[in-house]
T-cell receptor
Framework: GDSVTQMEGPVTLSEEAFLTINCTYT??????LFWYVQYPGEGLQLLLK?????DKGSNKGFEATYRKETTSFHLEKGSVQVSDSAVYFC???????????FGTGTKLQVIP | NAGVTQTPKFQVLKTGQSMTLQCAQD?????MYWYRQDPGMGLRLIYY???????DKGEVPNGYNVSRLNKREFSLRLESAAPSQTSVYFC????????????FGPGTRLTVT
């Protein structure tokens, strides 16, 4: 079945540091890939997405590139802020189904 | 637009009690979902409704029932709560075709003692 593996947290960074959160996936066919963010006490929000190989999703300074050859979709940001502290979920949608498979989440804490 | 709303925000139940979690969306979405979120396990799909009038089991349906009351509303019922059902429950919705983004509600934190 489909699965998503992402790096365990928590990840603690100083403000303005470079962020990478690794995500790899297993799926049949050609899935769409997503990063969701969950701020404390809230539901998940879509951060960015990519629907085919080599696509780059970007939003709010975050980027991720759909790499089919390595089945990866790593999240990056050049300079994190305290307001980026949240839990980040990698996810995939396989084929034409509406069910999304989520990773276990990576907690990011940014300290001033 | 309120998006996806859930009630209640918090609930404490004793083992064996029943309750219904309510979810509504005002985005005219066809598909709706119930997830549970547990530490270290991410989000797991309990049930989903691809369209009004249909419901299907997800990854962890045991102990739960759902009702798609109309296009807007999708409720989750625990008939006899167990401590293993202590979790945070999220409802989500999405358009049936064309886009795949799911919109999430703020969650219900349920504790079963």
């Amino acid at each position: 079945g489909d699965s998503v593996t992402q790096m365990e947290g928590p990840v603690t960074l100083s403000e303005e540091a470079f962020l990478t959160i690794n995500c790899t996936y297993t799926a049949t066919g050609y899935p769409s890939l997503f990063w969701y963010v969950q701020y404390p006490g809230e539901g998940l929000q879509l951060l960015l997405k990519a629907t085919k190989a080599d696509d780059k999703g970007s939003n709010k300074g975050f980027e991720a590139t759909y790499r089919k050859e390595t089945t990866s979709f790593h999240l990056e940001k050049g300079s994190v802020q305290v307001s980026d502290s949240a839990v980040y979920f990698c996810a995939l949608l396989s084929g034409g189904y509406q069910k999304v498979t989520f990773g276990t989440g990576t907690k990011l804490q940014v300290i001033p | 637009n309120a998006g996806v709303t859930q009630t209640p925000k918090f609930q404490v139940l004793k083992t064996g009690q029943s309750m219904t979690l309510q979810c509504a969306q005002d985005m005219n979405h066809n598909s709706m979902y119930w997830y549970r979120q547990d530490p270290g396990m991410g989000l797991r799909l309990i049930y989903y409704s691809a369209s009004e009038g249909t419901t299907d089991k997800g990854e962890v349906p045991n102990g739960y029932n759902v009702s798609r009351l109309n296009k807007r509303e999708f409720s989750l019922r625990l008939e006899s709560a167990a401590p293993s059902q202590t979790s945070v429950y999220f409802c989500a919705s999405s358009e049936a075709a064309g886009t795949y983004e799911q919109y999430f509600g703020p969650g219900t934190r349920l504790t079963v003692t």
